[in-house]
């Protein structure tokens, strides 16, 4: 299928390893994050999800971050797996009294034997 | 999670004709919306489409250029009208779904223009 992000940032990291993927975000008024996994050939698939009240939430092997001082988003994947590669993107929804959402420029993951 | 279905999966556009991509969602939904992505780049929003009302735009999104229909509450329809080959995207359909009033995405519809 055809690639996405072909001029992403790219994170090389070793399987078994953990991956931290970083995020600055746009509007200190933002009150709801995700972070989306896109594989190639398909569309953006949910990861997890993080609101304003709060600084970190886990899943199964997956840690979020949020930092409203600095307006930064991290993805956090433990035990990092070849079905891990990628492209990552956080995306932020805005005080727009909508759930529009306005996406990062994503990073490109790639797990490495 | 939400099962969005978008139809075609991909197709092969010669420019200046039009093409519709039809977005259908396993239940009702409020809002629904329109994301372009152009190779290699991240996801814009193209428009909101609401039921019963005309779609709100971004700024760099026409009406002319990509007319939205929303007839109900689990469809919708994007069209690009007068293809360029700068319309070669993926143009992908999302709506909020689930207790955690998720944003869901479909596999998106890959369009290329020649």
């Known amino acids: 299928g055809e690639s996405v992000g072909l001029h992403l940032p790219t994170l090389s990291v070793q399987e078994g390893d953990n991956s931290i993927i970083n995020c600055a975000y746009s509007n200190s008024a933002s009150d709801y994050f995700i972070w989306y996994k896109q594989e190639s050939g398909k569309g953006p698939q949910f990861i997890i999800d993080?609101?304003?009240?709060?600084d970190k939430r886990q899943g199964q092997r997956v840690t979020v971050l949020l930092n409203k001082t600095v307006k930064h988003l991290s993805l956090q994947i433990a035990a990092t797996q070849p079905g891990d590669s990628a492209v990552y993107f956080c995306a932020e929804n805005p005080p727009s009294g909508t759930d529009k959402l306005i996406f990062g420029t994503g990073t490109r993951l790639q797990v490495f034997p | 999670s939400a099962v969005i279905s978008q139809k075609p999966s991909r197709d092969i556009c010669q420019r200046g004709t039009s093409l519709t991509i039809q977005c259908q969602v396993d239940s009702q939904v409020t809002m629904m919306f329109w994301y372009r992505q152009q190779p290699g780049q991240s996801l814009t929003l193209i428009a909101t489409?609401?039921?019963?009302?005309?779609?709100?735009?971004e700024s760099g999104f026409v009406i002319d250029k990509f007319p939205i229909s929303r007839p109900n509450l689990t469809f919708s329809t994007l069209t690009v009208s007068n293809m360029s080959p700068e319309d070669s995207s993926i143009y992908l359909c999302s709506v909020k779904r689930g207790s955690g009033n998720t944003i869901y995405f479909g596999e998106g519809s890959w369009l290329t223009v020649v």
């Open positions: 993080i609101r304003s009240n709060m």
């Open positions: 489409a609401n039921q019963g009302s005309e779609a709100t735009y």
